[in-house]
T-cell receptor, first 113, second 111 residues
């Protein structure tokens, strides 16, 4: 049974055209994360939510925004995608307690034309 | 700022060999350390989680150790199989839910 679900799995957008990626979880975890992973590189944390508390990484571009309307869902909005934003976007969750394991979704591969 | 490195970047071994993957981190004030596996074009699968108070964790053919004072963790894979071929990433978990990943080791196990 899928625990962290990402939609769509593949997204193609045009340069400058806003795009929204979706993540949902059935684990009832407190924390949800968004990572960007470019080819052969480590996943880079963009931001995370602890419940409704939003935590933005210092070097996350303003072009990236996130929403968490409820415990189960979290969205990544890219306001004006550039060619450099083409990447795999990974969503993860964790309970927020100790010890803490992250559970990842399958990722959304974003292509910018 | 925490930095995580992994050596080697890539490794190719014949089936049946035992192997060791290395992970180093610069800030020893960590909460946990986690090892993941990533297959091409897929998400990450958790393999082992080591709490900062622990020295090692084992799951099947996998054994991970942690030496906080020296900033090192190793992942030992016994009797490697072609199905073990994947990229292995370590992630250091700091306080405040801050996960920092290493760049990964790309493993190929040849039949």
């Amino acid at each position: 049974d899928a625990m962290v679900i990402q939609n769509p799995r593949y997204q193609v957008t045009q340069f400058g055209k806003p795009v929204t990626l979706s993540c949902s979880q059935t684990l009832n975890h407190n924390v949800m994360y968004w990572y960007q992973q470019k080819s052969s590189q480590a996943p880079k944390l963009l931001f995370h939510y602890y419940d409704k508390d939003f935590n933005n990484e210092a070097d996350t571009p303003d072009n990236f925004q996130s929403r968490r309307p409820n415990t189960s869902f979290c969205f990544l909005d890219i306001r004006s995608p550039g060619l450099g934003d083409a990447a795999m976007y990974l969503c993860a969750t964790s309970r927020g307690g100790a010890p803490d394991t992250q559970y990842f979704g399958p990722g959304t591969r974003l292509t910018v034309l | 700022k925490q930095e995580v490195t992994q050596i080697p970047a890539a490794l190719s071994v014949p089936e049946g060999e035992n192997l060791v993957l290395n992970c180093s981190f610069t800030d020893s004030a960590i909460y946990n350390l986690q090892w993941f596996r990533q297959d091409p074009g897929k998400g990450l699968t958790s393999l082992l989680l080591i709490q900062s108070s622990q020295r090692e964790q084992t799951s099947g053919r996998l054994n991970a150790s942690l030496d906080k004072s020296s900033g090192r963790s190793t992942l030992y894979i016994a009797a490697s199989q072609p199905g073990d071929s994947a990229t292995y990433l370590c992630a250091v978990i700091g306080y405040g839910q801050n996960f920092v990943f290493g760049p990964g080791t790309r493993l190929s196990v040849l039949p």
